[in-house]
């Protein structure tokens, strides 16, 4: 459900009054929070947001709540129903997780260092290597590198890591969309992905022999190309997804082309997680005017990624 204070509660019941869907739903949160945010949005309490089972955990103050409030107890309570999802997965209960948005400095003031659910759910399922996909209906794109200061990102750009994602991304490709030849474009890092060097080395030094190593194996992989250019292809279908260097090359991209549409998937865990790409809201919270179009997104995306998964 995400943090208790945040538009979790308000999407989840705003999706599944509109959601199709023969999947079991399973909301992980507080049930008094639920119920406060089907009061604001004045849904009736049956029929829109009804989900197959709720797992109420009961670990928010009554007294003290309000939507649009940042606090520390609502911090620890998200992120104990990340924890409780690990544990329904770990024995087999559910099947995916659909993350909600939580706030990573309410987590960090509960006592917990948090950086974001990626890396706390590799953390706990003992994944090393792992990858952020951000997609809409239109593009796909994987992050190389995540939420880093842009002065930082350069000296994040190394073989190892390259070789990792793009392996990532070429298995996950197959595994969750059946697509059996992926074609991955990579992205240069400079303008014009350098000139061959004339605009910074890291395409020359770095992307290029990585690409280059991994050329036999994955045959339809293609790059450095300057990021424009490599995007445009990618809507265009001309490759199926684009790895990007840093985290605004691809966000800019997905959100001009559809606001509302996109989700998030975590490739590399050993089951399948997604979440919406926006963050708690805090500043709508409290009056119901939050939409539900990016959870609706990653809901789907979850049950569509675990059916190919169980096919392939």
């Known amino acids: 459900m995400g943090d208790p204070s945040g538009i979790g509660a308000q999407i989840i019941l705003k999706a599944l009054s509109r959601l199709k869907t023969n999947a079991n739903i399973v909301i992980i949160g507080d049930r008094f929070v639920f119920e406060k945010a089907r009061q604001l949005c004045a849904l009736a309490p049956t029929g829109a947001g009804t989900a197959d089972l709720f797992v109420d955990l009961n670990n928010v103050r009554r007294e003290k709540f309000k939507f649009g409030r940042l606090s520390k107890e609502n911090g620890k309570a998200s992120l104990e129903y990340i924890d409780k999802a690990?544990?329904?997965?770990?024995?087999?209960?559910?099947?995916?997780?659909?993350?909600?948005?939580?706030?990573?400095?309410?987590?960090?003031?509960?006592?917990?260092?948090?950086s974001g659910h990626t890396e706390y759910l590799a953390e706990k399922s003992n994944t090393a290597d792992f990858v952020m996909m951000l997609l809409n209906r239109k593009l796909k794109t994987v992050l190389l590198t995540r939420h880093l200061p842009v002065k930082r990102v350069s000296s994040h750009i190394n073989s190892n890591r390259l070789l990792s994602t793009i392996t990532i991304t070429y298995k996950g490709l197959?595994?969750?969309?059946?697509?059996?030849s992926p074609r991955i474009v990579i992205c240069g890092l400079n303008p014009h992905a350098s000139d061959n060097g004339v605009i910074g080395s890291e395409e020359n030094n770095i992307i290029k022999p990585a690409i280059k190593k991994l050329a036999k194996d994955f045959p339809g992989l293609t790059g450095p190309v300057s990021a424009d250019i490599a995007i445009t292809k990618t809507v265009r279908k001309q490759f199926d997804c684009c790895v990007v260097m840093y985290h605004d090359q691809a966000l800019i991209a997905l959100k001009l082309l559809g606001y509302n549409k996109g989700a998030n998937i975590?490739?590399?865990?050993?089951?399948?997680?997604?979440?919406?790409?926006?963050?708690?809201a805090f500043d709508i919270a409290a009056t119901c005017k939050a939409k539900p179009d990016s959870l609706i997104e990653a809901i789907k995306l979850a049950i569509k990624c675990c059916q190919n998964q169980k096919r392939a």
Request: charged share 25%; aromatic share 10%; hydrophobic share 35%.
């Open 266 to 280: 975590t490739l590399g865990l050993p089951f399948v997680r997604t979440s919406p790409l926006h963050g708690t």
């Open 86 to 114: 690990l544990e329904l997965i770990k024995d087999k209960k559910i099947d995916c997780l659909v993350t909600c948005p939580v706030s990573k400095e309410a987590i960090n003031k509960s006592g917990f260092a948090f």
């Open 174 to 180: 197959k595994k969750y969309f059946s697509i059996k």
